[in-house]
C-alpha cells in the first residue's frame, strides 16, 4: 500500500496563474481532506470530502476549489494564485467512522511569486 | 479559527532524557491524536486517544486524554537522535464522522550531542 500520495512534490507559479494539486489514497477511506501548513503554525483545514460526491468549506477556503473525483481521488485547484498561497499543502484520508483517525501524504511545496 | 495552545513551543534536550509537551483549549475534544513530522515529510500518527482520562502508550511515548477534555500531554522517555522532529497535537470535536482536525502548532524537539 502506498497510503496517501500527492503531485506534484514541488511547484512554483506565478501570480494568477492556476494549477491543480493531486492526491489520491489506496486505502478504500471515506473521507479526504486538504490542509496547507504556514512557518510556525500547525495545519489547517482548507476543504474536506466526508464521502465521495460531497464536499465541504474548511478553515480557510478562500481562493480555493476542490474535486472529489472518485473514492481515491481528491484534488484541490488554485483558479489564480497569490502570493499569500505560498505554502506547504497536505492531503490527507481517514475511514470516516468514529476516532477519525488521519493519515497524510507526503506535501506539496507551492511558491507563488 | 481556532487552534490549540501547544507548549512548549521548542525543546532542547540532552540524548536519554525524558520529554514532555501538552496541548489545551478552551472548547471540549472528543478526540486527540499526537503527531510527529520530519523534515520535508507529511504528520505521521503516533497515538490516538478517544476517552477522558485515558492513557495510551506506544513504545517509549505516552500519552493522556485529559479529563476534563480540554487537553492532553506526550511523554517521551529516554529521548534518542531519531526523536528529534516537530511534535504536533490535534484534536478533533465530533465523536465520530468526517470533520476536520484542529491542530496545535507543534513543539520542535531537538536533541543535542
Known amino acids: 500500500n502506498a497510503g496517501v500520495t500527492q503531485t506534484p512534490k514541488f511547484q512554483v507559479l506565478k501570480t494568477g496563474q492556476s494549477m491543480t494539486l493531486q492526491c489520491a489514497q489506496d486505502?478504500?477511506?471515506?473521507?479526504m481532506y486538504w490542509y496547507r501548513q504556514d512557518p510556525g503554525m500547525g495545519l489547517r483545514l482548507i476543504y474536506y470530502?466526508?464521502?465521495?460526491?460531497?464536499?465541504d468549506k474548511g478553515e480557510v477556503p478562500n481562493g480555493y476549489n476542490v474535486s472529489r473525483l472518485n473514492k481515491r481521488e481528491f484534488s484541490l485547484r488554485l483558479e489564480s494564485a497569490a502570493p499569500s498561497q505560498t505554502s506547504v499543502y497536505f492531503c490527507?484520508?481517514?475511514?470516516?467512522?468514529?476516532?477519525?483517525?488521519?493519515?497524510f501524504g507526503p506535501g506539496t511545496r507551492l511558491t507563488v511569486l | 479559527g481556532q487552534q490549540l495552545n501547544q507548549s512548549p513551543q521548542s525543546m532542547f534536550i540532552q540524548e536519554g532524557e525524558d520529554v514532555s509537551m501538552n496541548c489545551t483549549s478552551s472548547?471540549?475534544?472528543?478526540?486527540w491524536l499526537w503527531y510527529k513530522q520530519d523534515p520535508g515529510e507529511g504528520p505521521v500518527l503516533l497515538i490516538a486517544?478517544?476517552?477522558?482520562?485515558e492513557l495510551t502508550s506506544n513504545g517509549r511515548l505516552t500519552a493522556q486524554f485529559g479529563i476534563t477534555r480540554k487537553d492532553s500531554f506526550l511523554n517521551i522517555s529516554a529521548s534518542i537522535p531519531s526523536d528529534v522532529g516537530i511534535y504536533f497535537c490535534?484534536?478533533?470535536?465530533?465523536?465520530?464522522?468526517?470533520?476536520?482536525?484542529?491542530f496545535g502548532k507543534g513543539t520542535h524537539l531537538i536533541i543535542q550531542p
Open positions: 490527507a484520508s481517514s475511514s470516516g467512522r468514529a476516532g477519525n483517525e488521519q493519515f
Open positions: 486505502m478504500n477511506h471515506n473521507s
Open positions: 470530502s466526508a464521502s465521495e460526491g460531497t464536499t
Open positions: 472548547s471540549i475534544f472528543n478526540t
Open positions: 486517544l478517544y476517552k477522558a482520562g
Open positions: 490535534a484534536g478533533l470535536r465530533s465523536g465520530g464522522g468526517a470533520d476536520g482536525l484542529t
